[in-house]
């Protein structure tokens, strides 16, 4: 064998070896992973150099099925590594941080994970084509008298062991979530011993491998005429630029919607509000019907708000005792249909008659509720003066629930942090599925979660989708998140009865969580706040209806203000852990001419990778706030401060100050 030869092979041996080291970077480390990684781009890059003689004739001579299924490999292998490459050093904290590259991290990840387990495939795929080159190579080199049938018949004995080992661990891996771009994260089963990880690796490496080898006798019993080998030729060429440009399209779609590219049919159940069980330990409510559907909710006291032992809850989530008076709901949120037909437009993202609307500001959503309220001769519930809105609480119109009203309907008579009495799975609603309640504490283990990760359909669904709760109320949690009449403010200590929201402020609450929010932000004492002009694509609304007459004092919200823009001083305020971060602010800064403040901690987080995800779980789980190393000494002087920070993919939060 000529010593170029015996060089192709060792180098190719290598890179094989090295697939399931690099397929294990929770196991090894990010910086172990990166310069790993960056060994095996350097023997690919090598292979192809050997192999120069194959891309000189690329574009000469026929084209038979084998050529052509190997050509068509090897341009998606050359176009798998680029993308590896190219997302690698969007991510790297270590090799490549001297690079002037920032931002994309959810892309790139999604992205990184896709083409490296792609990768794996056709890797083994072309080493499988070529096994029989390995096969004559063996014997030629073994004695003649080792040459039985046996020996073969044993050996295919060893692949199909192989094959099933690797389907098992295909299926155990759930390689699919990564080849169709369902997640952008790792989850590694800590519960499995490390040794039988790279097992499965091997045997998935080994099942393509076999799988390569029998389709390239296959294909080499192939016989097509001139016409057939043209038509080979193109197809080389013209399938794997398909398959790129698909690949692009998918990755651009899943930006344009603010999510990964898996979607799925939401499932709808159509169980009626009298099939609905009322919840454990309560008393059956007295659900009759008004006549426009509204399912009626007897008042009473609950506890409003979060346990300081609930998991996730925010300071502004206070447990406190709280009276309600019977009311009317709507069981859905309101569709796209109702609401064009009563305002002759749909400002809607997602478009369908039974879609929710969305994409409305709370001035929006208080307008609908009188127009409706006069279409129908009822008395409208709210006198609209421009930014000033006020609220005739005797009035028996459509109107936006209260907060305190949202919390006790949606909790139907539960005290846990969702209504389902369990952590809500992608299965019971509209949510970002990838990010069940609590995977903050378990990205790299789920044996300790009682909900997995599920799909994320990057949509909303239609409004009678899943189970009702205790109260017959559909999607309480996700979907849309629900205006409801009350400014933003802290909750008081003291007991209250039907509370209407702070006395002073811009910010209108929004509760529920839309399609697009983890399972955190959708529990039933989870509190949101936008000003009152503001939409956004998963922001919508329920109707309500006064149940008993209220006093005939109005209420009133404080004028809204219309957000302006300022030319006074604007503080960039960042913090970076890789370096990413601090090149999006300085960019942002030499555009601006912002002031630049670096936020640093006392004591600073690890730079290894494994260490500082170890150390930001511990830190979310308790909310810390680490003690910082500096402060803005003049923040009053400021009129826009900007906030920087390394959340998946590095972004900033514009902040008006008053």
């Known amino acids: 064998m000529k010593p170029k030869t015996v060089v192709k092979r060792i180098i190719d041996m290598f890179m094989l070896f090295m697939l399931p080291v690099l397929m294990s970077e929770i196991l090894t480390g990010q910086q172990a992973h990166e310069c790993l990684g960056t060994g095996m781009v350097l023997l690919f890059l090598l292979h192809h150099v050997l192999n120069f003689g194959w891309m000189r004739n690329l574009f000469q001579g026929n084209y038979t099925p084998p050529r052509c299924a190997g050509t068509a490999l090897n341009v998606l292998l050359l176009f798998d590594f680029f993308a590896l490459a190219f997302s690698g050093i969007m991510m790297s904290g270590f090799v490549f941080t001297w690079l002037p590259f920032s931002g994309g991290m959810i892309t790139a990840r999604t992205l990184h994970l896709f083409s490296s387990h792609w990768g794996l495939i056709l890797m083994s795929l072309h080493t499988g084509m070529h096994w029989k080159l390995v096969l004559d190579m063996c014997k030629n080199r073994m004695p003649e008298r080792k040459m039985d049938d046996w020996f073969f018949w044993l050996l295919r004995g060893a692949a199909f062991s192989i094959v099933l080992l690797g389907i098992y661990g295909f299926m155990q891996q759930k390689m699919t979530d990564y080849l169709f771009m369902r997640t952008h994260f790792v989850f590694f089963d800590e519960t499995k011993p490390v040794w039988m990880f790279y097992v499965e690796v091997t045997a998935m490496i080994g099942m393509f491998i076999v799988a390569g080898h029998y389709l390239g006798l296959v294909l080499q019993k192939w016989r097509c005429g001139k016409m057939g080998k043209r038509a080979a030729k193109i197809l080389a060429f013209c399938i794997p630029v398909v398959i790129i440009a698909a690949v692009i399209f998918s990755l651009n779609h899943g930006n344009r919607n603010r999510g990964d590219t898996w979607s799925a049919d939401a499932p709808s159940m159509e169980e009626g509000v009298e099939n609905q069980a009322p919840p454990q330990g309560e008393p059956a409510q007295k659900q009759t019907e008004a006549e426009d559907g509204f399912v009626f909710i007897s008042g009473g006291t609950f506890e409003m708000g979060s346990p300081e032992d609930e998991a996730w809850r925010s300071d502004d989530e206070t447990l406190h005792t709280v009276t309600i008076s019977d009311f009317y709901i709507s069981p859905y949120e309101l569709t796209q249909k109702e609401y064009q037909e009563i305002m002759g437009e749909n400002p809607s993202n997602f478009k369908g008659d039974e879609l929710p609307v969305e994409n409305i500001s709370w001035l929006d959503a208080v307008a609908y509720c009188n127009a409706r309220s006069e279409r129908e001769g009822l008395t409208p ?250 402060h803005v000494e003049n923040m009053d002087e400021y009129d826009i401060v900007m906030i920087g920070y390394p959340y998946m993919e590095q972004g900033f939060k514009r902040v008006l100050c008053a």
């Open 381 to 630: 519930a709210y006198t609209i003066d421009g930014g000033n809105v006020s609220w005739n609480r005797a009035a028996d119109g459509y109107r936006l629930p209260t907060e305190a009203e949202w919390e006790y309907a949606c909790r139907a008579g539960t005290k846990t942090p969702f209504n389902t009495e369990t952590s809500i799975g992608a299965d019971e609603a509209n949510y970002y599925g990838h990010y069940p309640y609590m995977i903050e504490d378990n990205y790299f283990s789920q044996g300790n979660l009682d909900t997995k990760p599920g799909g994320y359909r990057q949509t909303t669904v239609e409004a009678d989708s899943f189970s009702p709760n205790g109260y017959g109320l559909y999607n309480m949690h996700g979907n849309v998140s629900e205006w409801v009449w009350d400014t933003y403010g802290s909750y008081g200590a003291e007991g209250e009865a039907d509370p209407t929201g702070a006395a002073r402020g811009s910010r209108k609450v929004y509760r529920g969580g839309g399609w697009n929010d983890f399972a955190k932000n959708m529990r039933s004492a989870y509190r949101a706040a936008l000003e009152a002009d503001a939409a956004s694509f998963n922001l919508g609304l329920r109707l309500v209806r006064g149940a008993v007459s209220g006093n005939d004092d109005v209420i009133s919200s404080n004028q809204t203000q219309a957000r302006t823009e300022s030319s006074g001083k604007i503080l960039i305020a960042y913090f970076s852990w890789g370096g990413n971060t601090r090149g999006v602010a300085e960019e942002i800064q030499a555009q601006t001419g912002a002031d630049l403040f670096e936020i640093t901690c006392v004591e600073p987080y690890s730079s290894d990778y494994n260490t500082v995800l170890e150390e930001a779980q511990r830190d979310q789980n308790v909310q810390a706030r680490p003690e910082l190393a500096g």
